[in-house]
């Protein structure tokens, strides 16, 4: 089975965030909870939805990644674009995202 996380966009600003496992919406995919198994991808699927519902986050969804070396990598290009920032400058404190992460 593939390696799955819980990525979504904070609400209140649209940056993109991911669920680490201290259950906060994290901006860093590196510390995101990697769930393993189905009953953990469930898990993560119900927070989604509280979390939606609660008006934390918006767009949420569980994506593949695959850890090589310890670092996560999204397996869908669009992804790893969210997970290293956009592709040009977008705001003050936002690096455009770095070419050779999202390399395919």
């Not at 990697?34 to 509280?50: D, F, N, Q, T």
């Not at 969804?61 to 070396?69: C, L, M, R, W």
């Not at 670092?71 to 790893?80: A, M």
Request: glycine share 6%.
């Amino acid at each position: 089975m593939t390696e799955k996380v819980l990525t979504a966009n904070r609400l209140s600003d649209g940056i993109a965030v991911w669920l680490d496992a201290a259950g906060q919406w994290n901006e860093r995919l590196q510390e995101a909870l990697v769930a393993r198994h189905a009953e953990a991808i469930a898990s993560l699927e119900a927070i989604g939805k509280r979390d939606f519902a609660e008006n934390k986050v918006v767009d949420v969804v569980v994506i593949d990644v695959e850890e090589t070396n310890g670092i996560l990598w999204p397996t869908r290009l669009r992804e790893r674009i969210r997970a290293a920032g956009p592709t040009m400058e977008y705001a003050t404190g936002y690096k455009p995202a770095d070419k050779a992460f999202i390399a395919v």
